[in-house]
T-cell receptor, first 111, second 114 residues
Framework: GESVGLHLPTLSVQEGDNSIINCAYS??????FIWYKQESGKGPQFIID?????DKRQGQRVTVLLNKTVKHLSLQIAATQPGDSAVYFC??????????FGTGTSLTVIP | DTGVSQDPRHKITKRGQNVTFRCDPI?????LYWYRQTLGQGPEFLTY????????KSRLLSDRFSAERPKGSFSTLEIQRTEQGDSAMYLC????????????FGQGTRLTVV
């Protein structure tokens, strides 16, 4: 299978600070990269995706950056809130194929 | 609730028994995925359907596992002769079209094999 890995398994941030979650991938042929949020006892929830021909995409309080040169993906969460505490997964997707997920980073927001 | 629905939410079974899980995707979604997730790990792909056609199966899906989507709507995942190593969360997701990266996941079925 494909290899999608995360640099850090855990991350703790103060409420109101910005969070940055990183991810490395190996398949240059992936069409999309996606970030999912998973809260305890729930299925993964789509946050944002980025097409492989883009470098940056912004959503509500979130920004995803894609560096194809070093095969690196990051998720930036602005003004982190307690409700952002969860495990975050990056995944890669090739059109006509399926999603490959990384191991996940556990984000803890300290009030 | 118009999201992806999975049933049951929890299943405890004895080793060697057969179990079947059901997934009801979002009604207009033609793609349906099954994933398995163990504690601390990301979801691992098992199989997916485009309408009623099963297009790909992972090597993780041994011959004890079978999935169906008979009418292109709900899907079932059956595990025969369960083993303790089958204990995991089984997730179902659906999406619209082949480029639908916004896959919606269900709450999952947690299987415990004792």
């Amino acid at each position: 299978g494909e290899s999608v890995g995360l640099h850090l398994p855990t991350l703790s941030v103060q409420e109101g600070d910005n969070s940055i979650i990183n991810c490395a991938y190996s398949n240059s042929a992936s069409d999309y990269f996606i970030w999912y949020k998973q809260e305890s006892g729930k299925g993964p929830q789509f946050i944002i995706d980025i097409r492989s021909n883009m470098d940056k995409r912004q959503g509500q309080r979130v920004t995803v950056l894609l560096n194809k040169t070093v095969k690196h993906l990051s998720l930036q969460i602005a003004a982190t809130q307690p409700g952002d505490s969860a495990v975050y997964f990056c995944a890669e997707f090739s059109t006509g194929n399926q999603f490959y997920f990384g191991t996940g980073t556990s984000l803890t927001v300290i009030p | 609730d118009t999201g992806v629905s999975q049933d049951p939410r929890h299943k405890i079974t004895k080793r060697g028994q057969n179990v079947t899980f059901r997934c009801d995707p979002i009604s207009e979604h033609n793609r349906l995925y099954w994933y398995r997730q163990t504690l601390g790990q990301g979801p691992e792909f098992l199989t997916y359907f485009q309408n009623e056609a099963q297009l790909e199966k992972s090597r993780l899906l041994s011959d004890r596992f079978s999935a169906e989507r008979p009418k292109g709507s709900f899907s079932t995942l059956e595990i025969q002769r369960t083993e303790q190593g089958d204990s995991a969360m089984y997730l179902c997701a659906s999406s619209l079209g082949t480029s639908g990266t916004e896959a919606f996941f269900g709450q999952g079925t947690r299987l415990t094999v004792v």
